[in-house]
């Protein structure tokens, strides 16, 4: 079962580390298990329903305010959506900089 790893949250899985909004395929028990700990969403596959078929947690529902976020959390959101963090940036300019990714 493919899911994806819920904020603020990372998940292990055969010594690998996942981070929040990252994507991978797990056995069908380890994920009902991550599900019911509301650590994972299902992802949906080509072969899923239509989106207004399927109840889909909506992205900014499940992303932490990024004032309230630690310094790592913050650069592993700016990783995930592959944007370039500044040398010298400070938490303030990495707070900024989610909070423009994210629209």
């Known amino acids: 079962m493919k899911v994806t790893v819920k904020a603020p949250h990372s998940v292990e899985f055969e010594k690998t580390t996942f981070l929040p909004g990252e994507s991978f395929d797990l056995p069908d028990e380890e994920a009902m298990r991550l599900l019911k700990k509301n650590r994972v969403t299902v992802t949906a596959s080509p072969e899923a329903k239509k989106p207004e078929e399927t ?3 909506s992205p ?3 992303l932490k305010d990024p ?3 630690k310094v790592d959390e913050l650069k592993a959101e700016l990783k ?3 944007i370039e963090i500044p040398s010298d940036a400070r938490k303030d300019d990495l707070i ?3 909070k423009k990714a994210r629209g």
Do not use: A, I, T
């Open 55 to 57: 109840k889909v947690d």
């Open 60 to 62: 900014k529902e499940d």
């Open 67 to 69: 004032d309230d976020m």
């Open 80 to 82: 995930e959506r592959e």
């Open 96 to 98: 900024d900089l989610v």
